[in-house]
């Protein structure tokens, strides 16, 4: 039963198909809660590029300064509502494809720090290869960053230089395990 001045609930799933039941609704409801949830941990870079709407945006500013239980549930019910009125489903494919572009590159670094790994011992054959694949300018200051990292082979800093040397060849051409060459 309505009273007069109570108009729809601010929280209801409205779509064209009456068939999806009202617990279906509720779960659709709390769903975008947790996109909004998780939307507001990503990193501000993530963030930009899932082109949300401004109101979403100042909404999301506007939580980190919420810090009672009860008004961030509600508070994160509107940003769920503002998800909803937007296309929340492209939303959720963009955040999606940027989640396995995380993991990409976390295969991508495994398979870096393998030839970080394998480089002393296997250093002729492996060479071969980029050399097969790669222009020479970008070898030899490779080789020279190889150089660098064996006087120093504790220092993270030399490490991180080889890695950042192999990373820009990887995104050029990607990267074979080394396994598989030697």
């Known amino acids: 039963m309505k009273h007069k001045n109570q108009g729809p609930h601010p929280y209801d799933v409205t779509t ?9 609704k509720k779960q659709m409801v709390h769903e975008l809660q947790e996109l909004a949830k998780t939307i507001t941990d990503l990193p501000k870079k993530k963030v930009q590029q899932l082109e949300l709407p401004a109101t979403f945006l100042s909404a999301m500013e506007e939580s980190k300064r919420i810090t009672s239980h ?3 549930k509600r508070h994160f019910q509107y940003m769920g509502k503002i ?3 937007n296309d929340h ?13 995380d993991g990409h590159f976390q ?3 495994a398979v870096i720090n393998l030839w970080i790994e394998q480089l002393p011992e296997h250093e002729t054959a492996l060479f071969d290869y980029l050399y ?4 020479h300018e970008v070898l030899s200051s490779l080789r020279q960053t190889l150089r660098n990292h064996r ?12 890695f950042q040397a192999l990373r820009s060849i990887d995104q050029q051409h990607e990267l074979p395990n080394p396994l598989t060459l030697v």
């Open 16 to 24: 064209e198909d009456e068939s999806i039941s009202k617990t279906q």
């Open 70 to 72: 009860i008004a961030r």
């Open 107 to 109: 295969i991508r670094d």
């Open 83 to 85: 998800l909803l009125k």
């Open 132 to 135: 097969q694949h790669q222009d």
């Open 89 to 101: 489903q492209a939303i959720q494919a963009k955040l999606a494809q940027i989640n396995n572009m």
């Open 151 to 162: 006087k120093k082979p504790e220092d993270a800093n030399s490490r991180k230089k080889l």
